[in-house]
């Protein structure tokens, strides 16, 4: 639109929308309202160039853009009003801020000159959101916003990835200056730290090289660094078992022999105790989440640890770590790979060393595989299982948060990094459908299902039209038992199956509802349905809701009740 | 181990930093027992200085954290031994003429100095430890302490002694 050379003097919204081109935004999820009006009216010169995703709440246009941002490794963009707009998109900044997704949220504020007088539709976002942004701005001059621009996108991109909030007052929309986008960033406090220390580094092979039962366990950074080829070439070398955190799921393939399934609460059996019998364990972009640990005081205790993560706050923060590697997962995993290859034949024999404890994980897996039991009724474990074996383990699939979330992790083998969209760190219920929409915008191409809960879909229903509105054919597969589920499974355990206020006894006909939206419905009772309602849903073009009746009171197994080591699963 | 600790944090000159420095106290139950901003050299920066007291395993939890702020610049923590601190004091004392005299009195030993007075009162400012500003309060205490106003603790590295 303008030529490089030249400076222009543009208003705040042409510098702001020049600004985002410069970043290569394409897609931006937002809503309209009086403090962005500016904005919004100068969006239009742009169609071309920016699509806008009108979302119909703004906590769907934040879940989206992390959706975007997950499914895409880019940016995900928000733009909102300010008050009850930017409020509203809270819980989804809180949502990617604990799993660490690049964000930038764009709100409206109300003009400088009214700030702090409890002006109509005025939020302190700045001040709400301080602690679930990885940092935030508010502009007071329209000179500093295009620097500003360049700064969140730098500091949401880079290290441990996350949120970046820049409030803009009205009056700085209209504000006229130069515009010129500056080529680089300097923030002389924040240098994120991309390479190991190589004698740490060292450390950790050499450890590796002795372990008789060492265990890979992988988290989220694994996939936030693009690290999945890398990983797997690394697992390979030295004959290494990988066990996954939630997040960590498609970091490494979930059908290769070295791979024991997911760790924690609900993780299989063989990744609790592998990583409750390791001599070495090394932690890789996780963060020994208490959903992972258990009874943290005897979590893998007869274990070493070393753990390689971007972020030194979060290495040793519940766990003595006796070898912390600070670095990108990436970078450290290809130094790692390089000081190996001059050690072929000790990697090799390394190799035999652990003959005995892969063949020990695999006796775990083959007497304690994640299991469930046919019936006349829909498990929801062998829907799952159906998505997979008809999508081939190639589809996005974003959950809920619940049970649906739990077997959408056990019972899809996630193969590629970037298939798994979860709120994994907040547990958000009303993620996952806001996500897949943001994840198809991404991926035109892809297969994008959303594993929901009767519970969890009713969050973020009204999405529906976005989807309609925008022709996504995303799929939701409602695991439909008529309770918050995952309530009731801790009410049945551990409050004498008290089932307070966790019955869902009245919710909408999901078939109408669909209909209604001018989308697709489809309902299947029994286990035989199943499979064609998941083919017809995917020879569809449409979004589709797919409302799945399921066994009412099954629960999720294994389970490490709370407060318990992770050894003390309740199988089946 | 729960101890006392003083944090020098050097930070960029924004709006809001100490928003972020102080949230990051309260969000783990930290309290913060005396702080003080004030510029450095620097126009673009400032230093806090904060005293605080609690376990060293969350406190150094803490201390990564703020250098993961983006406007935190550096972090030091100041040991007692290593480190020079010291705190001011104004005291509005009761004055008349029973007391005066006991005033210079202490005044002299404290090596502090009277700045105001007033019919009744006088002001005392005096500079020190912690704990010489505390005994100092003690011992004014029986003549009739009418206000009083601290500054929090600030602190410096000592040079390095010759070999
Ligand atoms: C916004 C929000 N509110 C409450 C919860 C607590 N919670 C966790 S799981 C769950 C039940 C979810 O029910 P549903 O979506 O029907 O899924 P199911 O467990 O039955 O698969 C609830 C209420 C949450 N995670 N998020």
Redesign the pocket.
Known sequence: MIKETEKHTMTGSKILLESLIKENVDTIFGYPGGAVLNIYDELLNYKDKIRHILVRHEQGAAHAADGYARASGKVGVVLVTSGPGATNTV?GIATAYMDSIPMVILTGQVPTNLIGNDAFQEADIVGITRPCTKHNYIIKDVKDLAMTIKEAFYVASTGRPGPVLIDIPKDITSSVCTFEYPETVELRSYNPTYFGHHVQILKVISELLKAEKPLLYIGGGVILSNAAAELKEFAELLDLPVASTLMGLGGFPSDHPLFFGMLGMHGTYTANMAISNADFVVAIGARFDDRVTGKIDVFARNAKFAHIDIDPSSIGKNVKIDIPVVGDVKAVLNSMLELLASKLNEAASSRQKRMKWLEELNNWQYEHPLSYKMGDVIK?QYLVEKIYELTKGEAIIST????????AAQFYKFKNPRSLLT?GG?????YGFPAAIGAQIACPDKTVFDI????????NIQELATAVQYNLPVKIAI???N???????WQELFYAKRYSF?E?NVSPDFVKLAEAYGAVGLRAKKPEEVEDVLKTALSIKKPVIMDFVVAREEG?YPMVPPGVPISGMLLV | MEKSHILSILVENESGVLARVAGLFSARGFNIETICVAGTVEKKESKMIISTFGDEQILEQITKQLNRLINVIKVQELTDEESVVRQTILVRVNADESTKNEIFRIKDIFGARIIDAGRNTYIIEATGSEKKIDSLIEILKPLGIKDIAKTGQIAMQRSRKQA
Request: hydrophobic share 40%.
């Open positions: 819980t929801p809920e948060v619940g049970q649906n979330q739990m077997w709120s907040l547990g958000t219920m009303g929901a809960g009767d519970g969890s879909i009713q969050m695991v439909n038992n309770f918050l589920g995952m309530i009731r499974q966790s869902l999720v």
